[in-house]
């Protein structure tokens, strides 16, 4: 089983809907992100939580918002959807037992279609 | 915030041959890491960096953490069909309030038969 999952794996929505994209890990980590894919950008982040009770925001979080229901779930949502939304949506976990050496993990992803 | 200029974007080669591919910062990094993308997957960690100067492989796959901590390249040699995809560089300040990765753009990997 995969050690981070992401629900749904394909969505289609219309414009003014809002959505939430979720994330599980099964990997006992106190990190959690989420990250949009754009061609020819890269990975950004919107928003990163290091545990339950934190919540902060990432490169481009207007028009996002999160919940971290438990250590294992890291909930995307987009209040009023946009087509300049329609993107590829990545969540990603770290372990802070690490110490400063943070390597994340990724999950496979959400394609989003905003119509 | 910071950028990482990842070079070149893509690279088309021959089976067999050697790859290098590198990404430099105008910020200093505290960790390097390396991640390739298959499509319709996400990013899947291939060597991690975490001290300047540091050489560390990864069977095929070779990294380091540049000297100056606003560098690092990876080398894959002997290229191989199920090489082709995505590989993106992606660094760290690290510290205390750390706030994820910053990711390179991405080189497009495509190996003609």
């Known amino acids: 089983d995969a050690d981070v999952t992401q629900t749904p794996r394909n969505r289609i929505t219309k414009t003014g809907k809002r959505i939430m994209l979720e994330c599980s890990q099964t990997k006992g980590h106190d990190r959690m992100y989420w990250y949009r894919q754009d061609p020819g950008l890269g990975l950004r982040l919107i928003y990163y939580s290091f545990d339950v009770k934190d919540i902060n925001k990432g490169e481009i979080s207007d028009g996002y918002s999160v919940s971290r229901q438990a250590q294992a779930k890291f909930s995307l949502s987009l209040e009023s959807a946009i087509p300049n939304q329609t993107a590829l949506y990545f969540c990603?976990?770290?372990?802070?037992?690490?110490?400063?050496?943070?390597?994340?993990?990724f999950g496979p992803g959400t394609r989003l279609l905003v119509l | 915030g910071q950028q990482l200029n990842q070079s070149p974007q893509s690279m088309f080669i021959q089976e067999g041959e050697d790859v290098s591919m590198n990404c430099t910062s105008s910020?200093?990094?505290?960790?390097w890491l390396w991640y390739k993308q298959d499509p319709g997957e996400g990013p899947v960690l291939l060597i991690a960096?975490?001290?300047?100067?540091e050489l560390t492989s990864n069977g095929r796959l070779t990294a380091q953490f540049g000297i100056t901590r606003k560098d690092s390249f990876l080398n894959i040699s002997a290229s191989i069909p199920s090489d082709v995809g995505i590989y993106f560089c992606a660094g760290q300040l690290g510290g205390g309030g750390a706030d994820g990765l910053t990711f390179g753009k991405g080189t497009h990997l495509i190996i003609q038969p």
């Open positions: 990603a976990t770290s372990d802070t037992g690490q110490g400063f050496r943070e390597t994340q993990y």
């Open positions: 960096l975490y001290k300047a100067g």
């Open positions: 910020s200093i990094f505290n960790t």
